[in-house]
């Protein structure tokens, strides 16, 4: 046993589980690459300032949550609390922005760290994939995008979510709001920290989970009854969209998101089997973000939906994916020159595209066999000295457990056609 330990409110991926995660990755990522939508990377980490501007000084995730530290030469660099902030710098700096082809659409996949207390279904590494849309002001985006995440849930067998939807407001009506707002909070009996905090942000204490904070907000306006007639029409037109394409989704007129830089459309996709933690996703519309971070007027939208809760949320419904295995054939040599031949032709069965093992360490038959089959393979090769001396290999159809011999030279031909 090592001396070391994964860091507290971290976890190790590990085989054959980790191919589930993998396999949640890919079903969310699927329909963004049919959809427009490009693969972006960034850092994993990013200059201070950059979620300061970007997410809000007010929000938990840069008062409490981030890792920050100074390099050699003096730089403030935080390990990537979260990746919307990151993908909108990225884009700035290539100017994409700029080659005319208005919205910018990318996805990501990776990781986030956040100091928080730990539980299930929060850690302090997590991973997430999300997509963007960048630069264009229009109800049809958000709508793509909401409907897109519901179809790699729905893709995974998932039912038991649902989609809660909001507006935000604008800079037209949001500040008509927020003075509402800050109003009715400073006649409540709330403790400084979040006093101070409905000073910078008032909707911040809005999402606020504690239910002695939850129970005097009870009365509390709602942002609905203070949009413009612009931001009405835009959220009515969402929700046509979305209800058009046969998503069902939840009113919710005090969702809120946990960063500064949502405007309008927010969501958030939740499932009731996760107990406290039930987000699994969620996202909305940042029209301000790249100002707030030296770029100019970039209207934009995305999501970004957990990894490890989605996880969860398929163990809660019950759901197995079907995860083909990553071995089709586990050749098992017995002695020296069995090997040399086997694993010959292990390596052609690769570069033709057949995924192939090998049984290595000098293992005897029965427990070479035994690896086969937790290997998950459909065909095991058996090759020892009698077989040698007669020019075949056995070929065991682990299903079946049919065995039949068959030419050393036929192999390759011959696992071909059996497996497509």
Not at 211 to 222: G, H, I, M, N, R
Request: net charge negative.
């Amino acid at each position: 046993m090592s001396t070391f330990k994964a860091p507290k409110g971290t976890y190790d991926l590990l085989p054959p589980e980790s191919a589930k995660f993998l396999a949640v990755r890919e079903a969310i990522a699927a329909p963004l690459r049919n959809s427009g939508y490009g693969y972006i990377e960034t850092p994993g980490f990013e200059n201070v300032e950059l979620f300061a501007r970007g997410v809000g000084e007010s929000t938990d995730i840069v008062t409490k949550e981030m890792y920050v530290f100074e390099t050699k030469g003096g730089d403030r660099l935080a390990l990537r609390p979260e990746t919307t902030a990151p993908v909108l710098r990225a884009v700035l700096e290539a100017n994409l922005h700029k080659a005319g082809n208005l919205p910018v659409k990318v996805w990501y996949s990776g990781s986030q760290y956040r100091y928080e207390r730990p539980q299930k279904g929060r850690y302090r590494h997590f991973s997430q994939v999300g997509a963007e849309a960048i630069g264009a002001e229009d109800p049809a985006l958000d709508a793509e995008l909401i409907i897109l995440a519901d179809q790699s849930y729905r893709a995974l067998g998932l039912r038991n979510f649902r989609i809660l939807l909001n507006s935000l407001g604008d800079q037209e009506c949001r500040p008509v709001y927020r003075a509402a707002l800050q109003d009715f909070l400073r006649g409540l009996d709330l403790d400084e920290d979040t006093l101070r905090r409905a000073e910078i942000n008032p909707l911040r204490v809005l999402d606020d989970k504690r239910p002695e904070v939850q129970q005097q907000l009870t009365d509390a306006p709602l942002l609905r009854d203070y949009l413009c007639d612009a931001c009405k029409a835009y959220h009515e037109e969402v929700r046509d969209l979305i209800t058009a394409a046969g998503v069902v989704f939840e009113d919710d007129p005090k969702l809120v998101r946990g960063l500064d830089y949502y405007t309008r459309t927010t969501f958030e996709f939740v499932h009731d089997g996760l107990g406290s933690q039930s987000a699994v996703g969620g996202g909305g519309r940042y029209d301000g973000l790249s100002e707030m971070i030296g770029g100019p007027s970039l209207p934009s939208v995305g999501w970004a939906l957990g990894v490890d809760r989605t996880v969860l949320a398929l163990e809660a419904e019950g759901i197995e994916l079907d995860i083909p295995s990553a071995t089709s054939v586990y050749a098992v040599p017995l002695g020296e020159e069995a090997r040399r031949i086997l694993f010959a032709k292990v390596t052609e069965l690769r570069k033709n595209g057949v995924a192939a093992d090998f049984s290595y360490g000098g293992k005897g038959l029965k427990a070479a066999m035994k690896a086969a089959n937790r290997s998950g393979a459909r065909y095991a090769l058996v090759l020892g000295e009698r077989d040698l001396a007669d020019g075949v290999v056995q070929l065991k159809d682990m299903e079946s457990g049919e065995q039949t011999a068959i030419g050393v030279n036929e192999i390759v031909a011959e696992l071909e056609s059996r497996l497509g």
